[in-house]
């Protein structure tokens, strides 16, 4: 009972981190606005002020609250992301925003320092040392454009910085325009949709021929085997078909020879007889005063 106890508390310990949340470094500085034009976006405050974005690149949930942003690699801790708020909680594949306004105390989505072009911005992990992903804003970023790192595969796992300016695209993830999805590759590539059809039937065929004979090799009914005769060796004979000659040979010619004949023939067949002998086998009559015809006559009366 005790090794019971100890593998099921092991299993309520570990099933919770691997079915949770996943880590900090799943999550990437995606767009930075340094200097917000009058079509910018407005702050709970009804500000516009700059902005930072986060990316969870992950299929899982990712919690950072704890976690510190900040444009100083000399003070990793500038500005902390409250750790007790539930909202900081970020999706697979979804986005947050930050404002730059310069007062953290504004509320758990703002930035204790403003954003400046040719500064740094990163992201730090819980443990105040360690960076996780960092994005440069460049001197010669002009108002009212922003800054991105934009996905290079259609599964958006690996990001690089444009070099260009882009227009703010807060909220949204950014892709290469000129990528595609497998959806719009499946529909450029099969327009009409037969290779879907064809691929969808086959994989239907072989999961029922694969049913059909797992079925019959664990439910179908199986056939009692015949028994197997033994076949009677070459030059062999068996003593039904001996005692048969025996029987011939009495009806046939009669006496006792006869029947010695056919049991001398079984014995010498199934090699219970040593002598080395030809196969032909012959004998004849003796006469005795018994089978003389002489004997038999009768003398007719005078």
């Known amino acids: ?141 002009t108002a009212g454009k922003s800054v991105v790192k934009k996905a290079i595969d259609l599964r958006e796992k690996v990001f690089e910085a444009q070099a260009d300016a882009a227009v703010p695209t807060p909220g949204a993830p950014n892709k290469d325009p000129n990528s595609e999805s497998k959806a719009q590759k499946m529909s450029r590539l099969d327009p009409h949709g037969f290779i879907l059809a064809i691929t969808s039937i086959s994989v239907v065929f072989c999961a029922l021929a694969i049913l059909w004979g797992l079925f019959n090799s664990l439910f179908s009914p199986k056939k009692p085997k015949a028994p197997k005769v033994k076949k009677a060796p070459a030059g062999s004979l068996s003593p039904e078909v001996a005692a048969a000659i025996s029987l011939a040979l009495e009806q046939e010619l009669g006496g006792e020879v006869y029947a010695a004949i056919g049991l001398a023939l079984d014995q010498y067949l199934n090699e219970c007889v040593h002598d080395s002998e030809s196969f032909v086998l012959t004998y004849r009559m003796q006469p005795s005063a018994w089978n003389r015809k002489g004997q038999t006559f009768r003398q007719l009366p005078k």
């Open 1 to 141: 009972m005790k090794v019971k106890n100890i593998i099921l508390t092991a299993c309520l310990l570990v099933l919770p981190r691997l079915l949770g949340a996943q880590n900090v470094s799943d999550l990437i500085i995606a767009e930075i606005l340094a200097q917000p034009d009058s079509t910018g976006l407005l702050d709970d405050y009804g500000r516009r002020s700059g902005w930072i974005e986060l990316y969870n690149t992950s299929t899982g949930t990712v919690s950072y609250g704890g976690c510190f942003l900040t444009d100083d690699r000399n003070n990793l801790k500038k500005s902390l992301i409250p750790p007790t708020d539930l909202r900081t909680k970020l999706g697979p594949r979804q986005s947050v925003v930050f404002f730059a306004s310069g007062n953290g105390h504004d509320g758990t989505f703002y930035a204790g320092f403003t954003l400046r072009p040719g500064s740094t911005i990163y992201l730090v992990s819980n443990d105040g040392r360690t960076i996780v992903d960092s994005l440069a804003i460049p001197a010669q970023l």
